[in-house]
């Protein structure tokens, strides 16, 4: 009897402990038997689970980022290694006759005359400012061709202007002289000199338009262009010169212009009306017709 007591004690705790396992485990309502301690323990229990949820995310990624401080430092590793080997293959290879000196920086002393072996760094440095030496005398080069081409390109716009001004002055002067003299009477009396042309770099305007404003209230230019017009309007047909002759007064002068636009406008009024009774007498006459 004392044996099956002990026994089903037993069992009870058992099934308690059990009990307040599932309760832990699986989130579970207390149940009325369970003492205030039990809920209290449980409470704590759940609010110990909720911040161990980041701290172990925030474990984890320190975790990661231990592991990527080990690579990189690794890596660190490696290159000293190497930047070591180099240094020392370059100072087994450099030669007393051959070795470069130290610059200002390295703590030199040039009336010693002392000489010690350069490192890697020093090699590097004297490589970076031959590179940064040339980059800029490159640079300079640039910048000088570039203004050099841009004085190149306006001197070539200047004679290509000079050039076209000169063919029209060679047409003026042959058109005026025939081709055989060089100088012709002014409207005021005076010999007109063409022009001699210089290679310097002054203005078109003041070699050229001289020559042209002594007492000339039209530019010999203008009246040979004039001129020109004239004699291929002369060339037309006698109704094609009519034509050409009115349409030029007409457009030339404003008085003329505003009463060619009234009387076109006039016209195409009365043309309008007209149509317009022309179509309501048509429509009376048919309603007379279909009446009668």
């Known amino acids: 009897v004392m044996r099956l007591r002990a026994v089903e004690e037993d069992l009870g705790k058992c099934q308690a402990t059990l009990k307040r396992m599932n309760i832990v485990e699986y989130s579970t309502d207390p149940s009325e038997g369970t003492t205030e301690v039990e809920r209290m323990l449980l409470g704590k229990v759940r609010n110990l689970e909720a911040q161990l949820a980041p701290l172990r995310v925030k474990a984890s990624e320190a975790d990661s980022m231990a592991d990527e401080l080990r690579r990189r430092q690794s890596e660190v590793m490696t290159l000293k290694e190497s930047l070591d080997r180099l ?76 050039n076209v001004r000169l063919l029209e002055q060679k047409k003026y002067w042959q058109s005026v002289s025939g081709g055989s003299s060089s100088s012709v009477e002014a409207p005021t ?48 047909p006698t109704g094609e010169r009519m034509i050409v002759q009115v349409l030029t007064q007409m457009v030339g ?10 009387y076109l406008l006039a016209l195409h009024l009365l043309v309008f009306i007209v149509l317009y009774k022309l179509m309501h007498l048509s429509t009376q006459y048919e309603s007379i017709a279909t009446t009668g």
């Not at 004297?126 to 190149?152: F, I, P, Y």
């Not at 002068?253 to 009234?262: D, E, F, L, P, Y």
């Open 253 to 262: 002068n404003r008085v003329t212009r505003i009463a060619g636009g009234v």
């Open 87 to 162: 240094e020392k293959e370059v100072t087994a290879d450099a030669s007393p006759s051959s070795s470069l000196p130290y610059t200002a920086t390295a703590g030199v002393s040039n009336g010693e005359g002392s000489s010690t072996e350069p490192s890697l760094l020093d090699i590097t440095r004297q490589q970076r400012d031959h590179l940064r030496t040339r980059v800029l005398a490159l640079e300079t080069e640039r910048d000088s061709l570039r203004v050099e081409a841009g004085e190149k390109s306006r001197k070539c716009d200047r004679l290509y202007a000079d």
């Open 189 to 236: 009396g005076r010999a007109r000199i063409i022009p001699e042309l210089d290679d310097g770099e002054d203005d078109v305007e003041m070699r050229y338009m001289p020559a042209y404003m002594e007492g000339v209230i039209l530019s010999p230019f203008e009246t040979f262009k004039t001129s020109e017009r004239e004699k291929r309007l002369m060339k037309l």
